[in-house]
């Protein structure tokens, strides 16, 4: 049985290898698709927008010893005026309600009737407004933070790599998770709070995290290509992905790890909703980033650097060299007759012995 230090040594040897560059197209087709479904759910889908967001009355029942949803959901059909109230449980003896916005005197009915019908005195029970230009605030900045954070990346690694290209892939890599994990919470109409935004942010800088290291082992394997004529820059930059493949993929698991125990623990056994949208754009965000490491970063890298026509002048030299070793092998595969009138010596060689074909460019020791 294969183990993973085996499948790992492989890929980093080039033993075995995953073509990951060569369906380059079949991975920004499906990319494009998940883009293409996000952006149009945000115009054609109403977002599950947080209290924050949307501003409402908030009620918090502490001191609970049921900490049932029923009990609140018919006092907002009684005394409030929200068809589709948001109840959670906040830890183990409280529970928060989340209605549009009341006035005064049904603020004060709603409290006596959640004291009664949990049976706790009215002092626990808090009520607080909170206006929708707080989360609009927190979302125009998160916005700002974003923008001003993708354009300071794109000049570090640019400076960092000496390529634009690697700049632009990592970019694009961003980008798609950004716009899918989005896309994920729009669909499935999860709540979108501050806490989403947050860790929107958050997995950016793990996304980045895993392109780096593709983009680093691709520096490494490219930084003397036009020395050799063994491999083209493409074949190059998919050893470095296999090479980091395993790598990758333990560094996610290990990620992710935390945030399932929080989601499976934390919010469904223990009731702690507050954590709840952190986790989830977490755990949704990194697998995501996971992805798009592998499949979009460098594989659009690659697309962008093949249009250099120093890059594209030595892929098309290393194949022609290819093409007439493989021609060559296949005409010593077939015994002819030799004719001695036209046999040439090479010299330092011996009699009978057919001139090779140099190679210009020195080869890279592999």
Known sequence: ML?????????????????????????????????AISLVSFVVKEPNLGIEFRGGSQFTVSQVSDT???????????????????????????????????????????KT??????????????????????????????????????ALISIVLTVY?????????????LLHDFVVTLGVYWILGFEVTPATIIGLLTIMGYSLYDTVVVFDKVRENTAELTEQL???YEESANLAVNQTLIRSLNTSLTGLLPVIAVLVIGVW???????????????????????????????LAVWLALRNP?????????????????VEKAASATPEKTNLATVEVVPGGHKGQRAQPQRKKKRKKR
């Open 3 to 35: 183990s993973m230090y085996s499948i790992g040594n492989d890929l980093y040897t080039g033993r075995k290898s995953l073509n990951i560059i060569g369906k380059r197209r079949l991975w920004f087709a499906i990319a494009l698709v998940f883009i």
């Open 68 to 110: 049932s949803h029923d009990p609140a959901y018919k006092v907002i059909a009684e005394e409030g005026n929200d068809d589709a109230p948001r109840v959670a449980t906040v830890g183990d003896s409280a529970v928060r309600v989340q209605t549009s916005e009341l006035d005064d005197q049904q603020t004060q009915a709603v």
């Open 113 to 150: 009737a959640l004291a009664e019908a949990y049976g706790v005195s009215e002092s626990d029970v808090t009520s607080t407004f909170i206006g929708p230009s707080w989360g609009q605030d927190i979302l125009a900045k998160a916005i700002r933070a974003m923008v001003i954070f993708m």
């Open 161 to 173: 790599f000496r390529s634009w290209t690697i700049a632009a892939g990592a970019i694009g890599a």
């Open 230 to 232: 063994d491999v083209t």
């Open 269 to 299: 056994m223990l009731g702690a909703d507050t954590l709840r949208d952190l986790a989830l754009v977490m755990f949704v965000g990194m697998l995501l980033s996971t992805i798009s490491s592998i499949v979009v970063a460098a594989p």
């Open 310 to 326: 120093q890059i594209r002048e030595h892929t098309n030299e290393v194949l022609s060299l290819r093409e007439d070793h493989h």
